[in-house]
């Protein structure tokens, strides 16, 4: 089993290892490869965009050919997991934010995003959330967007107060939080049972 993690910019080397922690404890046999180059994604059972910054991501993964292999591996199935900017970038629509920097967004999940959805007061904070299939779990909001709405097929995961903050539509997971900056592998567990 091999998981790509896009490493063009953000939280890379987190993913990377928790993935690799995730895995040893599922008991799977496999490698966890960070890139930023293109034909890695299209050889890999799933694959993970981090956090970091969504225009940045957006630019460098449409550059660089490695947006039409996220594309196809989601086509056939196989489970793609974006955190934070990742979730932006997978999403159909976007806020007047992304329309501004014309972030070319991958469109894997039929929602309407909102960078920067908690304002400045809380740029970063943690929160409980009641995560469904896991239970309750404490996530790390950096800079987060949230889902303003959803389209039908889209499950909902996780709310946060009134905003929707985790969300699947079949093999595609979003997230507004890191689940990388935390010693809690449940996520990605779950993320990697979807192979
Ligand atoms: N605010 C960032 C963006 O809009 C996302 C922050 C993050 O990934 N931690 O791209």
């Given at each position: 089993?091999?998981?790509?993690?896009?490493?063009?910019?953000?939280?890379?080397?987190?993913?990377?290892?928790?993935?690799?922690?995730?895995?040893?404890?599922?008991?799977?046999?496999?490698?966890?490869?960070?890139?930023?180059?293109?034909?890695?994604?299209?050889?890999?059972?799933?694959?993970?965009?981090?956090?970091?910054?969504?225009?940045?991501?957006?630019?460098?993964?449409?550059?660089?050919?490695?947006?039409?292999?996220?594309?196809?591996?989601a086509?056939?199935?196989?489970?793609?997991?974006?955190?934070?900017?990742?979730?932006?970038?997978?999403a159909k629509?976007?806020?007047?934010?992304?329309?501004?920097?014309?972030?070319?967004?991958?469109g894997l999940l039929d929602v309407?995003?909102?960078?920067?959805?908690?304002?400045?007061?809380?740029?970063?904070?943690?929160?409980?959330?009641?995560?469904?299939?896991?239970?309750?779990?404490?996530?790390?909001?950096?800079?987060?967007?949230?889902v303003?709405w959803v389209g039908e097929g889209v499950e909902v995961l996780?709310?946060?107060?009134?905003?929707?903050?985790?969300v699947r539509q079949k093999n595609v997971i979003g997230?507004?939080?890191?689940?990388?900056?935390?010693?809690?592998?449940?996520?990605?567990?779950?993320?990697?049972?979807?192979?």
């Amino acid at each position: 089993m091999r998981v790509a993690v896009v490493g063009v910019q953000g939280d890379v080397e987190e993913h990377v290892e928790i993935t690799r922690k995730a895995m040893e404890r599922l008991g799977l046999d496999g490698e966890v490869v960070a890139t930023r180059k293109s034909g890695v994604v299209s050889g890999s059972d799933a694959v993970i965009l981090p956090g970091g910054e969504s225009t940045t991501i957006s630019k460098l993964i449409w550059r660089d050919g490695i947006a039409e292999e996220i594309l196809e591996l989601a086509r056939d199935g196989r489970p793609v997991m974006g955190t934070c900017a990742g979730l932006i970038v997978l999403a159909k629509h976007g806020d007047e934010q992304v329309e501004k920097t014309r972030t070319k967004l991958l469109g894997l999940l039929d929602v309407k995003v909102k960078r920067n959805a908690f304002g400045r007061q809380r740029e970063s904070f943690e929160a409980e959330l009641d995560f469904k299939g896991i239970g309750r779990y404490n996530a790390v909001f950096i800079r987060a967007p949230a889902v303003e709405w959803v389209g039908e097929g889209v499950e909902v995961l996780a709310r946060f107060e009134d905003k929707i903050v985790a969300v699947r539509q079949k093999n595609v997971i979003g997230l507004a939080f890191h689940p990388e900056l935390t010693e809690d592998t449940r996520i990605h567990k779950f993320f990697l049972s979807l192979i």
